[in-house]
């Protein structure tokens, strides 16, 4: 048989997890929350799904979730984007951005990735038979080095993959990373996959940036999001893709073939519930705090970090320390010291060892405290 993805094994996130059950440790390695959501959140699931909402949904989503979600876009981003035409919804962000990498990546085609990059953009490139072209973030604070990216854009590239809240690194783009992929989509016509799943999660006063928000590069990008992590239920799969009518044409040609719809009574739960603002807009106050406890806490281990700027992931890392790989490290941390987190490495195509490991901070006081006692050793 030949495999179209034969580098691909179990996600990192697969294997941490089950380590982590194996060795009854306390799991912060797959990034998902450990307490639960807003039970009013739950109460109108069950409201919907008493009240028959359970047959196919429309395709590109039910109008109340678009509209609501375009609402949600001009107050956050200052843009109203058409629901009906500009606004999809699909089954989480993973499947809107397999959607958009399918919709733009022909054969040859060369699509830039940023790395460390979330796992699932180098296979949806490869399935669509282009080649992924792997630009290195900073070493230090996972910045983007700009220069290094024109470099890597040529006559083959059609798209580029960004993140931001980024994925582990926590890294939140400022203005002028804007500026610059603004002014290399203008001079290299490219389109942008923007992975905006934690955009509500950044700290400290920032910011996040939305492609939307721009002018210039909304005409030209695929932005994606998921409800699964602004209101703590990543089991639910749900998320958006907004991009441009003539984009989010042909976007849609592959996702309906890909799920065709999603989860109708979710649907019409979060239609409900993100008519209130406050629901969006108190999450990163909520997990700030979060990462103030951790970081703390991770003061008295022996382990280097700079706090994140978003995201709820912190990185750490351990080159001063005499551990030969962050996935021999991972795994002693997790058969050792029962705590689990993912070794950073398993974010570049070539396994480089880049000495981070991450940790995935959306837990309960409790459960991050016990975790911090334990990494003091
Ligand atoms: N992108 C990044 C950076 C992520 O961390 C995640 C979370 N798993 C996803 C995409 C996928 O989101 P979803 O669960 O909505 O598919
Ligand atoms: N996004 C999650 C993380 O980074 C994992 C999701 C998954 O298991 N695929 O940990």
Redesign the pocket.
């Known amino acids: 048989f030949h495999s179209k993805l034969p580098r691909v094994g179990t996600t990192i996130f697969t294997v941490m997890s089950q380590m982590a059950k194996d060795f009854e440790a306390i799991n912060l390695s797959q990034?998902f929350p450990g307490f639960g959501a807003d039970p009013q959140l739950f109460d109108l699931v069950a409201k919907y799904t008493k009240d028959g909402f359970n047959q196919y949904a429309p395709m590109s989503g039910i109008p109340e979730l678009r509209d609501v979600l375009a609402v949600k876009t001009q107050r956050c981003y200052g843009y109203l984007p058409d629901p009906d035409q500009e606004v999809t919804i699909v089954s989480?962000?993973?499947?809107a951005?397999f959607c958009a990498i399918t919709t733009v990546a022909q054969p040859d085609d060369e699509v830039i990735l940023l790395e460390p990059a979330?796992d699932?953009y180098e296979p949806a490139v490869l399935l669509a038979g282009a080649n992924p072209i792997h630009v290195s973030l900073r070493p230090g604070d996972f910045s983007i080095d700009w220069e290094q990216v024109r470099h890597a854009v040529n006559f083959r590239t059609k798209a580029i993959v960004i993140?931001t809240p980024h994925?582990p690194s926590g890294y939140v783009w400022t203005e002028e990373d804007l500026k610059q992929l603004a002014a290399l989509v203008r001079e290299r016509d490219i389109y942008v996959i923007s992975?905006e799943?934690y955009e509500h999660i950044a700290f400290d006063g920032r910011s996040h940036f939305s492609l939307v928000g721009h002018e210039e590069l909304r005409s030209k990008s695929f932005v994606c999001g998921?409800f699964?992590?602004t209101f703590h239920v990543?089991g639910w799969?749900i998320?958006f893709c907004i991009a441009p009518k003539e984009l989010m044409t042909e976007f849609r040609k592959v996702h309906q073939f890909v799920t065709f719809s999603t989860v109708t009574p979710i649907q019409h739960a979060l239609a409900e519930y993100l008519q209130n603002p406050a629901h969006y807009e108190s999450v990163s106050e909520f997990y700030e705090k979060k990462r103030d406890f951790f970081c703390e806490g991770l003061k008295r281990t022996g382990l280097d970090f700079k706090p994140a700027q978003g995201s709820f992931f912190q990185m750490a890392y351990f080159g001063h320390l005499s551990a030969s790989s962050d996935r021999e490290l991972a795994k002693r941390m997790t058969q050792e010291l029962k705590v689990a987190c993912i070794p950073v490495s398993a974010f570049y195509h070539d396994h480089q060892d880049p000495k981070f490991i991450r940790f995935c901070f959306a837990k309960e006081e409790n459960e991050l405290a016990e975790a911090l006692d334990r990494l003091q050793n």
């Open positions: 990034g989480g962000a993973t499947e951005i979330y699932s993140n994925n992975d799943v998921s699964g992590k990543t799969k998320g």
